[in-house]
């Protein structure tokens, strides 16, 4: 390992910065530590591009963490439809509420507290503390294990924990001295390794740009750019099945609030049925044969008990919709959309169920396929989905 490089790696990346790194971002140059948060939360999985967008909306709705706090999980979950990762969105509310409770409304500047925090890792807390508090805390996000492992010839999977733990600790001796260049540093690191150290077109495998590092970078020299870091064979996404219903009185569509803990959590959606998988069979009458699938067949399969018969007498016969194929991080669902009309809102006892007028849908929060698909029956009807 080049002790050369251990030394002025800080000092020649800021100055790279200075000249090809990211300029201009609206959560660059801040020092408030809630808006620090939101950015590095929203910026998890999710490209600069869209958060540019969103993120100025967001702060917009929700200037402070006390405000945060205090906002219903239904709002939050709105604002954040489209951005995925839901659990995020869940996370921010509860953190919000953990700080004001915990830290009167101030985020602490020890990485080590930011950690104790709601949905807050290692990294993100070594990122709120650099970019808020100037501390000399490492991140190490995807982008970070693979600048290092690249400059440095780390073998080994990033994904086994003897290789995570050597990662971290370079990371560690790497921070610069002054902490006034914290901000600067942190900011560099993720530039670097998302617009130059890429993971399938990195700068030195083309003639338009030079590498600062191209001298000491172990992989460039051995011709193992594409090969560091080296990840561990995933395997193949399980797929589902499941049918969902669409039932509409007039201008209104019934959701079903998602429980916390399952995918989309929190989010309202079209009832639905369990998810079978794709590649096995099942007893249901949709999967043996979801062209003859009836409309009590489909009420069994994603209804409660009550009010089951009575929701039947006033519905049209059904229509099979779109299938609709989302992908998910680890597992692809495509779901049979079912189309039925009734001729009068049956009440349910349940909170989770419950009438909405298209033109409100934008008060809730939806997942995004479930969004685009209600959407599209909006702009039919010339409702606006975003007010």
Same mark, same amino acid.
């Given at each position: 390992m080049?002790?050369a490089?251990m030394?002025?790696?800080?000092?020649?990346?800021?100055?790279?910065?200075g000249k090809?790194?990211?300029q201009?971002?609206p959560?660059?140059?801040i020092?408030?530590s809630?808006?620090?948060?939101?950015?590095?939360?929203?910026?998890q999985?999710?490209?600069v591009?869209?958060?540019?967008e969103r993120y100025?909306?967001?702060?917009?709705r929700?200037?402070t963490?006390?405000?945060?706090a205090?906002?219903?999980?239904d709002?939050?979950?709105?604002e954040?439809?489209?951005?995925?990762?839901?659990?995020?969105?869940r996370?921010l509310?509860?953190?919000?509420?953990?700080?004001?409770?915990?830290?009167g409304?101030q985020?602490?500047?020890?990485?080590?507290?930011?950690e104790?925090?709601k949905?807050?890792g290692?990294?993100?807390a070594?990122?709120i503390?650099?970019?808020?508090?100037h501390?000399?805390?490492?991140i190490?996000d995807?982008?970070?294990?693979?600048?290092l492992?690249?400059?440095?010839?780390?073998?080994?999977?990033?994904?086994?924990k003897?290789v995570?733990?050597?990662?971290?600790?370079?990371?560690?001796?790497?921070?610069?001295?002054?902490?006034?260049?914290?901000?600067?540093?942190?900011?560099?690191l993720?530039?670097?390794?998302?617009?130059?150290c890429?993971?399938?077109?990195?700068?030195c495998?083309s003639? #338009? %740009?030079?590498? $600062?590092?191209?001298k000491?970078c172990?992989?460039? +020299?051995?011709?193992q750019v594409? &090969? /560091?870091?080296?990840?561990?064979?995933?395997?193949?996404s399980?797929?589902?099945d499941c049918?969902m219903?669409?039932?509409?009185?007039?201008d209104?569509?019934l959701?079903q609030?998602?429980?916390?803990?399952?995918?989309?959590?929190?989010l309202?959606?079209?009832?639905?049925?369990a998810?079978?998988?794709?590649?096995k069979n099942?007893a249901?009458?949709?999967?043996?044969?979801?062209?003859?699938l009836?409309?009590?067949?489909l009420?069994?399969?994603?209804?409660?008990?009550?009010?089951?018969?009575?929701?039947?007498k006033?519905?049209?016969?059904?229509e099979?919709?779109?299938?609709?194929k989302?992908?998910?991080?680890?597992?692809r669902?495509?779901?049979?959309i079912?189309?039925?009309?009734?001729?009068?809102?049956?009440?349910?006892?349940?909170?989770? #169920? %419950?009438?909405i $007028?298209?033109?409100?849908?934008?008060?809730?929060? +939806?997942?995004?396929p479930?969004? &685009? /698909?209600?959407?599209?029956l909006?702009l039919?009807?010339?409702?606006?989905?975003?007010n």
């Amino acid at each position: 390992m080049s002790e050369a490089l251990m030394k002025y790696f800080a000092n020649k990346l800021i100055a790279w910065h200075g000249k090809d790194g990211r300029q201009g971002l609206p959560w660059q140059s801040i020092r408030d530590s809630y808006a620090v948060w939101v950015s590095e939360i929203m910026l998890q999985q999710t490209q600069v591009a869209t958060v540019l967008e969103r993120y100025p909306r967001f702060m917009k709705r929700f200037p402070t963490v006390k405000k945060l706090a205090a906002a219903p999980l239904d709002d939050i979950l709105a604002e954040w439809a489209g951005l995925g990762y839901y659990s995020r969105a869940r996370n921010l509310h509860a953190c919000a509420k953990q700080v004001m409770e915990e830290f009167g409304g101030q985020f602490p500047s020890d990485p080590l507290l930011l950690e104790q925090l709601k949905g807050i890792g290692r990294s993100t807390a070594g990122a709120i503390a650099a970019f808020a508090f100037h501390e000399r805390a490492p991140i190490l996000d995807a982008n970070v294990k693979r600048i290092l492992a690249r400059l440095f010839g780390i073998e080994g999977a990033i994904q086994e924990k003897a290789v995570n733990d050597q990662l971290w600790l370079l990371a560690k001796k790497l921070l610069p001295k002054n902490a006034v260049d914290m901000p600067v540093y942190t900011q560099a690191l993720m530039d670097f390794g998302a617009t130059w150290c890429t993971s399938r077109k990195p700068v030195c495998l083309s003639d #338009l %740009k030079k590498c $600062p590092f191209a001298k000491e970078c172990q992989a460039s +020299l051995s011709d193992q750019v594409l &090969l /560091l870091p080296r990840k561990a064979v995933k395997a193949k996404s399980p797929e589902f099945d499941c049918d969902m219903l669409l039932l509409r009185h007039g201008d209104s569509v019934l959701l079903q609030k998602r429980p916390e803990k399952a995918i989309w959590g929190g989010l309202w959606s079209l009832p639905e049925s369990a998810w079978r998988p794709k590649e096995k069979n099942s007893a249901t009458p949709s999967e043996e044969d979801p062209i003859h699938l009836t409309t009590k067949d489909l009420f069994k399969l994603v209804l409660p008990d009550e009010k089951r018969a009575t929701a039947l007498k006033t519905c049209q016969p059904m229509e099979r919709g779109p299938e609709i194929k989302h992908v998910f991080t680890h597992r692809r669902l495509w779901m049979q959309i079912w189309h039925v009309s009734s001729s009068d809102t049956v009440k349910f006892s349940s909170d989770n #169920l %419950k009438w909405i $007028p298209l033109r409100q849908l934008g008060k809730y929060g +939806l997942p995004q396929p479930i969004k &685009l /698909l209600l959407q599209g029956l909006s702009l039919a009807r010339g409702d606006d989905l975003k007010n």
